[in-house]
């Protein structure tokens, strides 16, 4: 299992985390999903595939920088 941590710099309410959470939740491997909304970042634990995370993300309506 690994971690990876992503920033995503347009997360700007809860809703945001709520969606962001939902969607990455959903991609094969991932065991856990943090959203940081002071730092604006993505930590997500397991060993998923980092494009199928971002392309989740990207679902939520966001963009990895």
Known sequence: MHQLVLSVPNISC???????????GLV?????VTVDLATRTVRVDGDA????????????GHQVA
């Open 49 to 60: 595939d980092r494009a199928a995370v971002v392309a989740a993300i990207a679902e939520a």
């Open 14 to 24: 809860g809703r945001c985390v709520e969606a962001i959470q939902e969607e990455v």
């Open 28 to 32: 094969a491997g991932v065991h856990a």
